[in-house]
């Protein structure tokens, strides 16, 4: 059983938007937090979004702030990323991750699903 599925992935230009769709199983819908984080070609991973379940605290990147919205269904075990006002430089794979503390850190993340592209073009 795959613990992170991730789907909504695509090719949109610059000012669309896509949902993308992160659904927990197993050990992995137990866990405390949930992120988004994503990595560009040459480039970190880095957090975008993360969120607790309980829906204490919510971190999002200065770069993404107002455009992006994390949301939960807690009864689906599924964490959805709203992106609008897509632009060019937010183009990379996109891995939802599960962990058992709240944070903006990859390592602290237990479970991580298999990533899904996003391309915005010019």
């Known amino acids: 059983q795959v613990p992170l599925v991730e789907s909504g992935g695509g090719l949109v230009p610059a000012g669309g938007s896509l949902r993308l769709s992160c659904a927990a199983s197993?050990?992995?819908?137990?866990?405390?937090?949930m992120g988004w984080f994503r990595q560009a070609p040459g480039k970190e991973r880095e957090c975008v979004v993360a969120?607790?379940?309980?829906?204490?605290?919510?971190y999002y990147a200065d770069s993404v702030k107002d455009r992006f919205t994390i949301s939960r269904d807690n009864a689906k075990n599924t964490v959805y990323l709203q992106m609008n006002s897509l632009k060019p430089e937010d183009t990379a794979v996109y891995y939802c991750?599960?962990?058992?503390?709240?944070?903006?850190?990859?390592?602290?993340?237990?479970?991580w699903g298999q990533g899904t592209q996003v391309t915005v073009s010019s």
């Open positions: 991750a599960a962990g058992r503390a709240w944070s903006t850190m990859a390592p602290l993340y237990d479970y």
């Open positions: 197993g050990r992995a819908s137990s866990s405390t937090a």
């Open positions: 969120i607790t379940l309980s829906g204490g605290n919510t």
